[in-house]
């Protein structure tokens, strides 16, 4: 004998509710896929965490943005929150009460899902990245609103079916998500401490020209002992490369942190503690994010010729 799905049953005003974060996570990913896409993260961001959360690898999936994805889930589920009031049960009583059932599960496993990923990402934000992101809290209390609303702002006529269904959701959601980012995680294994990864990526070309004073200002942070930690990937390091300019960059000590990189180093930027890209090592402090070259040249203690070509503004 065949098991019927529990029905579920929306309290009045819980679906318009759904709709309404649903919308406004649509509002959210829309955006910051938006200034993603345009490489403007940097003009949104209140701190250079955000930033660095915003353009680390954990941000993509296989070169797609993640809000991307987030964009795509909040669609869905505005979708569902809102399909039963497109049919009048005036009208059709039994094709309305379908669309409510079969819409009202489709909110428990769309929140399920969502509300599995997001509480992943937080894992990494807090474990990994370390640093604070607005725009990703608010994306997750969007998703754990959604689930909390669709498994508890319905009553069913079995909990039972709804708890396991949640539970098999969340477990393969973490499975997969675990994985997923596995294949894409900045790993250390692959390469011995003190091993160079001679094969790997390169990232784009540095298409800026050096002056006389970028030359000299890499010259002496070199033979100071600063290092200079970063992944091809990161658009923030790009952007640093940019402001030396290709003739400037080859003097100095550069580290690639990415273990897919090219001479890859992924322990000694572990061992270092460097927990972002781009991140300067000198006189033994770590200095994080993107840094003008004026400012270098003071952490370092430069005093040559200042007369540099590019500004971070002129290479975005």
Known sequence: MTRRLATPRFNPGFRPLIGAIAVLGVLETTFLTVVKLTDQVATICPTEGCNQVLTSSYATVFGVPLTLFGLLG??????????????????????????????????????????????????????????????????????????????????????????????????????????????????????????????????PAITTNSGVSEVALAEHLTTIGARYFGAYWCPHCYSQKQLFGAEAFEKLTYVECDANGYQAQPQVCQDAGVRAYPTWEIDGELYEGTRELRELARLSGYDGDREFRHSIRSVR
Not at 164 to 186: D, N
């Open 74 to 203: 909040y669609g869905v589920m505005t979708l569902l929150a809102f399909a039963p009031y497109s049919i009048r049960r005036d009208r059709d009583r039994k094709g309305h009460d379908r669309l409510d059932r079969l819409s009202g599960w489709g909110l428990l496993i769309g929140g399920s899902i969502m509300a599995a990923f997001s509480g992943y990402l937080m894992f990494l934000l807090v474990n990994e990245l370390h640093e604070f992101c607005p725009y990703c809290l608010l994306s997750a209390l969007f998703s754990f609103s959604l689930f909390g609303l669709a498994a508890f702002g319905q009553h069913w006529d079995d909990e039972g079916q709804p708890l396991f269904t949640s539970l098999i959701l969340v477990f393969v959601t973490l499975i997969g998500v675990t994985g997923l980012y596995a294949e894409q995680r900045p790993g250390v294994a692959a390469t011995p401490a003190g091993a160079i990864a001679e094969a790997g990526e390169r990232g």
